[in-house]
T-cell receptor, first 116, second 110 residues
Framework: GAGVSQSPSNKVTEKGKDVELRCDPISGHTALYWYRQRLGQGLEFLIYFQGNSAPDKSGLPSDRFSAERTGESVSTLTIQRTQQEDSAVYLC??????????????FGQGTRLTVV | QKEVEQDPGPLSVPEGAIVSLNCTYS??????FMWYRQYSRKGPELLMYTYSSGNKEDGRFTAQVDKSSKYISLFIRDSQPSDSATYLCAMITNAGKSTFGDGTTLTVKP
């Protein structure tokens, strides 16, 4: 596809379950970012991948959160033992080049996670 | 205190009005200043970005950055109902660390 694709669009899960969110970046984009957006708030940085370099995980809120990306392809964000405070929209973005190119990042439509 | 504070809104204006959206920040390391538009249940869409201080114009949109005051603005001229959305400011340091404002929801009434 032409844009960043995220799946699922919506996910309702029970507290304590694990969830996996998927992001398909724009082809050729080496940089990939995950953000969390709580209702009525801005984007909170979670993790950044650049090619085959070690990811910047400094934004992950706890060890229940992890993400993987193989090369320049699909990324998955996993949340283990979900809690109600994990309810949010999880957004993925990708861009060409380095982290400074966030000014040219394209976002997916997000995955709306609801933990009940 | 948050690194980036955005006027909370919501803002409601009549069609054709000039809209001013504003953010202040505290981190002097921010070098890139962006404005995103986010429609309901969609991802943010980049409108404009500015490097360091100055103005940038794109059609009906003008972005201003005043680094001495740590203040940025987005002006929308001749606002249209299609401009109704949440507007997010965002800032990036040279090291690539990004911080977003909480957004201002704008409604333009026909």
């Amino acid at each position: 596809g032409a844009g960043v694709s995220q799946s699922p669009s919506n996910k309702v899960t029970e507290k304590g379950k694990d969830v996996e969110l998927r992001c398909d970046p724009i082809s050729g984009h080496t940089a990939l970012y995950w953000y969390r957006q709580r209702l009525g708030q801005g984007l909170e940085f979670l993790i950044y991948f650049q090619g085959n370099s070690a990811p910047d995980k400094s934004g992950l809120p706890s060890d229940r959160f992890s993400a993987e990306r193989t090369g320049e392809s699909v990324s998955t964000l996993t949340i283990q033992r979900t809690q109600q405070e994990d309810s949010a929209v999880y957004l993925c973005a990708s861009s060409l080049g380095s982290r400074g190119a966030q000014t040219e990042a394209f976002f997916g439509q997000g995955t709306r996670l609801t933990v009940v | 205190q948050k690194e980036v504070e955005q006027d909370p809104g919501p803002l409601s204006v009549p069609e054709g009005a000039i809209v001013s959206l504003n953010c202040t920040y505290s981190n002097s390391a921010f070098q890139y200043f962006m404005w995103y538009r986010q429609y309901s249940r969609k991802g943010p869409e980049l409108l404009m970005y500015t490097y360091s201080s100055g103005n940038k114009e794109d059609g009906r949109f003008t972005a201003q950055v005043d680094k001495s005051s740590k203040y940025i603005s987005l002006f929308i001229r001749d606002s249209q109902p299609s401009d109704s959305a949440t507007y997010l400011c965002a800032m990036i340091t040279n090291a690539g660390k990004s911080t977003f404002g909480d957004g201002t929801t704008l409604t333009v009434k026909p």
